[in-house]
């Protein structure tokens, strides 16, 4: 599913003293199937995007388009577009309340008003997806690990089967091993079922290894918008906006800087790793 | 979503008001409320509506914002009116609607008691409006401290409501971000009848509460490993000191006080 967001402004405690523009004309097109990173510094309106995005926050004006609905107009089932589009909030896992992990995750096909097999086949599916065991199916979802909620939370987003799916910050807090089995089995999923997947990450590592194409955004702007390689090529300008590229590029050019030639193209650890066995074998040739 | 509750919100702003002490306008406040009490008649409350009018005008706070504190207790205020405009017993009959009765003596009281209810809450709004709530407490526990020789926890009295305020918009927020968590997961908070409504509120209460308790433990831990031991011997960041404003403010309220006094005997 694409969507089309076009002249989207936002303001946040519009007529007090407090007010405050989230979102300037923002207008982006996702094509179906696509892995966007979306990064910025915290308060340049990524949360608020992609709140719209799925008709939890409305526009002051601008539009929404997913598929072919305008999400905005009179009329639209704003509750049949979010089953569509999943939202994985920041710490996902502060949003659990049942008494186990089962119907927890079951809440969301539940109040889709599905069938009961539907609904058991689902949640099912959804926890294997996460890596939640079986045998944990019965237990408080209060008594897990924080990085085993957080997956409970993601399985109860994913159990509604959505063709797009928008995370943000899904591995805060998490350990590395624990953000890397996250992340891939969101990947595995993106390249499985083709679901449209918009990352928000602080992690420029977790962009440059998942991510085909990155937005950038600052102060309510989108300020660049394009392949991972190519953004992280443009080093000041990501750290004018409080950002930073991959550590490996970080490598790169300073490696550069002291007569190496190697590809700027590169911004994750494999990459990096290919590049420098290759270069090495050749100078020892 | 729930972010337009008024009521207990400051108002930052540069002005007269906003630099009083906040024991200056907890007193003012006091009196105020308490001139209302004193006396009713036109002229007192023309007296008391002129005052609160120039206090308004001095904190330079849009008057709308003021006004929309009271959409949240217009029914209170309705209610008190209409009450007390048909149930007042009194002798000179205005009109008869059906059963009901409008008396003159109950067009006057349903007069005052709207009149003073909106100008209480209007005055006291002022005060947390023009005052953060950090200084409030700041003012409160300062004006409690005589009472600690009657055994008043002055200090742990002040202390729960800096926290209590410091706490109001973390839940509204934390509230607002679960409603929206759980709205992305297609729950439903607005249709169907009271019971399937107060059920729709458990996916928000119980991550809630848990919240609260998570918060409330670390904000003890957090306070313990800072020394925290109560009020005793604590100083504090910043004094409270009487300024000129203050002098001239108590005297302006000296003054509003003797008149309302005066007037009462006369």
Redesign the interface.
């Known amino acids: 599913m694409s969507i089309t967001i076009e002249n989207l402004n936002y303001t946040y405690s519009a007529d007090t003293a407090f007010k405050m523009q989230a979102l300037k004309q923002i207008s982006l097109t996702i094509k179906p199937g696509e892995f966007i990173g979306l990064i910025g510094h915290t308060g340049s309106g990524k949360s608020t995007l992609i709140q719209q995005i799925n008709g939890i926050l409305k526009p002051d004006s601008g539009k929404v388009i997913i598929g072919d609905i305008s999400i905005f107009d009179k009329g639209v089932d704003l509750r049949s577009i979010r089953q569509k589009v999943g939202l994985v909030f920041q710490y996902p896992e502060h949003q659990l309340f049942e008494m186990t992990v089962f119907k927890d995750v079951a809440f969301g096909p539940t109040n889709m008003k599905l069938q009961d097999d539907e609904i058991n086949k689902r949640v099912k599916h959804a926890l294997s997806i996460v890596g939640i065991e079986e045998s944990l199916y019965e237990s408080s979802p209060f008594d897990l690990s924080g990085g085993q909620k957080r997956r409970v939370a993601i399985a109860g987003v994913l159990a509604m089967m959505p063709e797009i799916l928008i995370l943000d910050e899904p591995t805060a807090g998490l350990d590395p091993q624990g953000r890397y089995e996250i992340l891939d089995e969101i990947q595995n999923l993106h390249k499985s079922l083709g679901i449209t997947v918009i990352l928000v990450s602080h992690s420029m590592e977790d962009i440059a290894r998942y991510v085909d194409r990155v937005v950038v955004m600052d102060k309510g702007e989108i300020k660049m918008d394009g392949l991972v390689k190519d953004i992280f090529k443009e080093t000041e300008a990501l750290e004018a906006m409080g950002l930073a590229v991959p550590q490996v590029s970080y490598l790169i050019q300073a490696l550069n800087k002291h007569g190496f030639n190697l590809s700027e193209d590169i911004v994750t650890l494999e990459e990096a790793k290919e590049a420098l066995i290759t270069l090495l074998k050749r100078e020892s040739e | 979503m729930i972010?337009d509750i008024t009521i207990g919100q400051f108002?930052?702003?540069k002005s007269r008001i906003h630099e009083l002490d906040p024991r200056t306008k907890i007193n003012g406040t006091f009196f105020f409320i308490l001139s209302l009490f004193i006396n009713q008649s036109l002229i007192t409350y023309g007296l008391a509506f002129l005052a609160l009018s120039a206090v308004i005008m001095a904190t330079t706070i849009p008057v709308r914002?003021m006004l929309k504190g009271l959409k949240s207790i217009f029914i209170i205020i309705m209610l008190t009116i209409v009450l007390n405009l048909f149930l007042t017993p009194g002798t000179t009959v205005l009109l008869t609607l059906g059963r009901f009765t409008i008396t003159s003596e109950g067009l006057q009281t349903a007069f005052y008691m709207g009149t003073r209810l909106i100008m209480l809450i209007i005055g006291s709004s002022v005060l947390t409006l023009t005052t953060s709530p950090i200084t409030l407490t700041d003012g409160i526990e300062a004006l409690l401290k005589p009472l600690e020789r009657i055994k008043v926890p002055a200090h742990e009295i002040a202390m729960m409501m800096t926290i209590a305020l410091r706490f109001i918009p973390i839940l509204l927020e934390?509230t607002d971000?679960?409603m929206?968590?759980?709205?992305?997961?297609?729950?439903?908070f607005e249709s169907g009848g009271l019971i399937k409504k107060a059920r729709s509120m458990?996916?928000l209460l119980?991550?809630l509460f848990?919240?609260s308790f998570r918060r409330a433990d670390d904000l003890a831990l957090a306070m313990e490993a800072r020394c925290y031991r109560g009020g005793e011997g604590r100083t504090r960041l910043k004094q409270l000191k009487y300024k000129k404003v203050d002098f001239w403010a108590y005297n302006i309220l000296m003054l509003y006080l003797i008149i309302f006094v005066v007037l009462r005997f006369i």
């Open positions: 972010r108002y930052p702003a914002f934390e971000k679960i929206k968590a759980q709205l992305a997961r297609g729950a439903d458990v996916p119980v991550p848990i919240s």
